[in-house]
Each structure stands twice: as structure tokens, then as C-alpha cells.
């Protein structure tokens, strides 16, 4: 499995410490109080299967209940064959309701389309409601991408 983050203007000073803010701008509790847009593109592909599927909808679970809802917005994406936005980029009122409703996202078997995920993570941010936020976008990945090129002009 393959976790890729692309962190843009967050309080990130290393993968592990996502919610962890700088000294200078952190809480008693060390959660990020900054706002965060956080959409995590998961891949449903054949070489993920299903079983391994529920592993990861059960990894990303533990990784948002890591968050404070109150600062962080949160989507997903489900990527096979193509970009599914199970999840639109919005708040939820508690983790308890955010962790069922991506309990809720199924396996969906496909291809791994890595290159429209990532336009599909760009479309989500464009289309959500804009505030000043931190974009984070998290890739999990079962394996290589089969993305599809086209040659120059067409």
C-alpha cells in the first residue's frame, strides 16, 4: 500500500504530525485549530480487493478521528475506472458521524486511474464553498497507477 500526502500551506511539519501545529501556534491539546479542507482519494481497484478495502476504509476511519471537526472539513474519493466523490468536501457535526458515513463508502472494483483522482481532488476543492483553509489532499494506494496517456494534440 501506497500513502501519498500533498500538503499546501498546512500546519504540517511532518506526515505523522498532521494535526500537530508549530510551537508558536498550537493548543494545550497540540490539535490543529487551523482550518483544514482534508479530501482523502481512496483506491478501489482490483489489486486492492475487497478485503484489503475494508482494511483501508478502517485506516482512513483512524486517521480523520485523529482531526477536530470543528476546524476540518473532509471529502473522499473512491478511484477505480474512474473518480467517484462518495463524500463531498464538507463539515460533519462530530467524528462519530463522519467515521459512519465513510464506514458507509463500499468497494468498487476497477482499474487504478491515479491521474483523474488527482483531477477529481482539484474539482472537489474548486467546488466546495471557499474559506481560508489548508488543502490536503491524502492518496491511498493499492498499487500502480494505470493511468492512460495521450499523445501531444489530441
Keep these: 500500500m501506497v500513502i501519498l500526502a500533498l500538503f499546501f500551506n498546512t500546519c504540517v511539519d511532518a506526515p505523522r504530525n498532521l494535526v500537530k501545529r508549530e510551537a508558536q501556534n498550537s493548543s494545550d491539546s ?29 485506516a482512513t476511519i483512524k486517521f480523520v478521528n485523529q482531526f477536530d471537526v470543528r476546524y476540518t472539513r473532509f471529502g473522499l474519493i473512491q478511484f477505480h475506472s474512474s473518480p467517484e ?35 477529481k481532488v482539484v474539482e472537489v476543492f474548486k467546488a466546495a464553498s471557499h474559506r481560508k483553509a489548508s488543502k490536503v489532499a ?16 489530441q
Design 30 to 58: 497540540g490539535i490543529c485549530q487551523k482550518p483544514v479542507d482534508l479530501v482523502l482519494a481512496l483506491d478501489s481497484s482490483e489489486s486492492v480487493g475487497a478485503e484489503n478495502w475494508m482494511k483501508m476504509i478502517n
Design 85 to 119: 466523490v462518495p463524500i463531498v468536501l464538507s463539515s460533519f457535526p462530530d467524528n462519530k458521524t463522519l467515521s459512519e458515513t465513510i464506514a458507509k463508502v463500499y468497494y468498487k472494483a476497477g482499474s487504478t486511474r491515479t491521474d483523474l483522482a488527482a483531477m
Design 138 to 153: 491524502v492518496f491511498i494506494l493499492g498499487g500502480l497507477s494505470t493511468d492512460v496517456y495521450v499523445s501531444q494534440g
